[in-house]
Protein backbone atom coordinates (compact mmCIF):
# COMPACT_ATOMS: atom_id res chain seq x y z
CA UNK A 1 0.00 0.00 0.00
CA UNK A 2 0.70 3.72 -0.56
CA UNK A 3 -0.10 6.67 1.38
CA UNK A 4 -0.34 9.83 -0.01
CA UNK A 5 -0.68 13.44 1.55
CA UNK A 6 -1.21 16.28 -0.82
CA UNK A 7 -0.23 20.01 0.04
CA UNK A 8 -0.20 23.52 -1.95
CA UNK A 9 -3.61 24.27 -2.24
CA UNK A 10 -5.57 27.62 -1.31
CA UNK A 11 -6.93 30.97 -2.45
CA UNK A 12 -5.55 32.57 -5.12
CA UNK A 13 -6.95 34.80 -8.08
CA UNK A 14 -7.11 34.50 -11.07
CA UNK A 15 -3.82 34.31 -13.29
CA UNK A 16 -2.15 33.46 -10.22
CA UNK A 17 -0.17 30.27 -9.68
CA UNK A 18 0.28 27.56 -7.29
CA UNK A 19 2.32 24.57 -6.63
CA UNK A 20 0.56 21.45 -5.49
CA UNK A 21 2.91 18.75 -4.35
CA UNK A 22 1.86 15.10 -3.20
CA UNK A 23 4.58 13.39 -0.85
CA UNK A 24 4.28 9.10 -1.09
CA UNK A 25 5.08 6.92 1.36
CA UNK A 26 4.65 2.89 1.61
CA UNK A 27 4.51 1.02 -1.83
CA UNK A 28 8.09 1.77 -3.74
CA UNK A 29 6.67 5.17 -5.67
CA UNK A 30 9.30 5.57 -8.13
CA UNK A 31 8.34 2.21 -9.89
CA UNK A 32 4.79 3.45 -11.04
CA UNK A 33 2.87 6.35 -12.72
CA UNK A 34 1.20 8.93 -11.29
CA UNK A 35 -1.84 11.53 -11.84
CA UNK A 36 -3.33 14.65 -10.87
CA UNK A 37 -7.44 14.46 -10.58
CA UNK A 38 -9.52 17.37 -9.70
CA UNK A 39 -13.36 17.31 -8.51
CA UNK A 40 -15.35 20.21 -8.33
CA UNK A 41 -18.93 20.62 -6.38
CA UNK A 42 -21.53 19.51 -8.21
CA UNK A 43 -18.98 17.81 -10.81
CA UNK A 44 -17.37 14.28 -11.32
CA UNK A 45 -13.60 13.38 -11.12
CA UNK A 46 -11.32 15.03 -13.60
CA UNK A 47 -8.46 13.33 -14.65
CA UNK A 48 -6.22 16.51 -15.20
CA UNK A 49 -2.88 14.85 -15.93
CA UNK A 50 -0.34 12.30 -15.62
CA UNK A 51 3.37 10.88 -15.61
CA UNK A 52 5.05 8.24 -16.28
CA UNK A 53 7.98 6.72 -13.71
CA UNK A 54 10.90 7.92 -15.41
CA UNK A 55 8.99 11.32 -16.16
CA UNK A 56 9.56 10.97 -19.56
CA UNK A 57 5.62 10.56 -20.33
CA UNK A 58 3.11 13.08 -19.66
CA UNK A 59 -0.77 13.63 -20.32
CA UNK A 60 -2.98 16.59 -19.33
CA UNK A 61 -6.55 17.55 -20.06
CA UNK A 62 -7.12 19.83 -23.15
CA UNK A 63 -8.26 22.09 -20.45
CA UNK A 64 -5.16 22.63 -18.72
CA UNK A 65 -2.63 22.76 -21.67
CA UNK A 66 0.01 25.22 -21.56
CA UNK A 67 -0.57 26.31 -17.91
CA UNK A 68 -0.07 23.46 -16.12
CA UNK A 69 3.02 20.94 -15.61
CA UNK A 70 3.46 17.86 -13.81
CA UNK A 71 6.84 16.61 -12.75
CA UNK A 72 8.09 14.05 -10.02
CA UNK A 73 11.07 13.92 -7.77
CA UNK A 74 11.47 10.05 -7.31
CA UNK A 75 13.97 10.74 -4.68
CA UNK A 76 11.92 12.58 -2.67
CA UNK A 77 8.96 10.26 -3.43
CA UNK A 78 7.28 13.16 -4.62
CA UNK A 79 5.06 14.31 -7.12
CA UNK A 80 4.56 18.23 -8.65
CA UNK A 81 1.49 19.76 -10.06
CA UNK A 82 2.56 23.54 -11.18
CA UNK A 83 -0.49 25.42 -12.05
CA UNK A 84 -0.46 28.61 -13.80
CA UNK A 85 -2.38 31.53 -15.29
CA UNK A 86 -5.07 30.05 -13.08
CA UNK A 87 -8.84 30.17 -14.17
CA UNK A 88 -12.18 30.56 -11.68
CA UNK A 89 -12.99 27.28 -13.49
CA UNK A 90 -9.67 25.48 -12.22
CA UNK A 91 -11.62 25.60 -8.91
CA UNK A 92 -11.90 22.36 -7.11
CA UNK A 93 -10.61 19.98 -4.40
CA UNK A 94 -7.35 18.39 -6.12
CA UNK A 95 -6.22 14.84 -5.80
CA UNK A 96 -3.03 12.79 -6.38
CA UNK A 97 -2.73 8.96 -6.99
CA UNK A 98 -0.73 6.27 -8.16
CA UNK A 99 -1.05 4.13 -10.73
CA UNK A 100 -1.34 0.08 -11.09
CA UNK A 101 1.74 0.04 -13.71
CA UNK A 102 5.37 1.84 -14.48
CA UNK A 103 3.77 3.51 -17.72
CA UNK A 104 1.82 6.72 -18.41
CA UNK A 105 -1.82 6.57 -17.12
CA UNK A 106 -4.53 7.16 -19.43
CA UNK A 107 -7.63 7.40 -17.03
CA UNK A 108 -9.37 6.64 -14.02
CA UNK A 109 -8.73 2.82 -14.13
CA UNK A 110 -5.48 2.61 -14.08
CA UNK A 111 -4.87 4.19 -10.49
CA UNK A 112 -4.66 2.10 -7.12
CA UNK A 113 -4.50 4.62 -4.80
CA UNK A 114 -5.86 7.76 -3.98
CA UNK A 115 -5.22 10.74 -1.47
CA UNK A 116 -7.27 12.78 0.33
CA UNK A 117 -7.30 16.10 -1.57
CA UNK A 118 -6.27 19.28 -1.39
CA UNK A 119 -8.74 22.36 -1.84
CA UNK A 120 -7.80 25.29 -4.88
CA UNK A 121 -10.25 27.86 -4.93
CA UNK A 122 -9.30 30.85 -8.22
CA UNK A 123 -11.62 33.98 -7.19
CA UNK A 124 -12.27 36.38 -10.01
Known amino acids: QVQLVESGGGLVQAGGSLRLSCAAS????????TGWFRQAPGKEREFVAGISWSGGSTYYTDSVKGRFTISRDNAKNTVYLEMNSLKPEDTAIYYC?????????????????WGQGTQVTVSS
Open 97 to 113: AVAHTYSLPRGPADFAS
Open 26 to 33: GRTFSSYG
